[in-house]
């Protein structure tokens, strides 16, 4: 059954941060956009992934900050996890923002239409309802962003009751005793600390010689290994699962490692071994769009190879991250309404929310050097830093990679409370080319946890002042 066609200047495949940012900016330079989206507004980011799973790192932060009472000369005799507050508290939080966007949507007349969409032609979005129903969008101008789904690696025994994907660890009934997290990436270290939180034996299994792998500066994910472990979380590097078995209520983990097969026991298991883009079975093929593997190939300025269409987000593989996508979505706005910008991933950062907190941006320390370039390490501890020790989150550091002659920033990297916040200046300075010195003649406020920053810019200079390197 068919109901009419819509016709418009842009119209944009997914709603999720790439797709509906996409769609306002393009609205905002005047065109006629149509939006199509098959499932809530907001993409895997605001519904199960960013936004959810820091609404709960949020609460388990804020709960053992609750058990450390005494610490700060208070008296908090019961604090505890209450579990179905927690999940309503998360979803009303998701409900908000999900109704924002549309809200954004409305107010910018971009017209969305609801259902599962195919590309037919270069020009022309076949969608097909809920119902059944199908109709034809025409378009001057395509951006394709149907986001990301969770891989699927190739575990015997994977399917089994109690195994579970990052959406699934999102529905919190019951705290597992003992949980075992296959990847120790990014997804599955954030996890990690939030069970830990609740009360879990959370046991993490990463198949590469580190956690974080191409996440983080090697220094720093090596740090926050040390951290964990000494929270008590066991973390096995180099381990390759092989299958998964139940045995009545607890699963068995068969892994192979350096001291050959062996069982981990648990009674939940998280599979969290990162993302795919989500490409299939929407026509791309048929229609002889360009691949690299399941991403779409684009240019600089996020063009594929059909005239007139665009890709963004997840879908073009690189980093899954959302203001990343964001960014996408804005220059393909920009470039099917008549512009030429070119995306600029340079200033990109990531950002990790496990306990401590991982941030990044630029180039690590191994990149810069594997480039040729001669590099210098500035650093500072944030255990010499006022605001961390007022805040009792004294664990990690900050780490500047410079040109050894120009001191020009090529990387910052930081590990430690609120980093993901404190990013934001790392940004900023890879962007615009600043130096370390540029970083060390910019007053900071004291006392904050951003002049962690100035000192780590100082000690390009060797003149850190609250802090003497041995």
Known sequence: MSSPNEHAEVAVLGGGPAGYVAAICAAQRGARVVLVEKDRLGGTCLNVGCIPTKTLTTATELLLRAKRGSEFGLSIPQAAADLPAMMAYKQATVNRLVNGVAQ????????????????????????????????????????????????APQIEGIGLPGVMTSTGALEIETVPRRLTIIGGGVIGLEFACIYEALGSKVTVLEMTPSILPGAADEPIAKRLQILLRRRGMEIRTGAVVRRIEKAGDTLHVFVDGADGETAVECERVLVATGRWPNTERMGFAELGLRMNGRAIAVDERLATNLPNVWAVGDAIGGWMLAHKAMVDGRVAAENSTNGQRQADYRSVPNVIFTRPEVAGVGLTEAQARAAGTEVKVAQFPFSSNPRARILGESDGLVRLICEAGSGRILGVHLLGPHVTDLIAEGALAVQMGATADDLAWTTHAHPTLPEAMLEAALDFRDAAIHFRSQ
């Open 104 to 151: 954004l949507l409305k107010a910018r007349r971009v017209t969305l239409v609801r259902g599962e969409a195919r590309l037919i032609k270069p020009d022309t979005l076949s969608v097909e309802d809920d119902q059944g129903k199908r109709q034809e969008i025409s378009a001057g101008r395509i951006i394709l962003a149907p986001g990301s789904v969770a891989a």
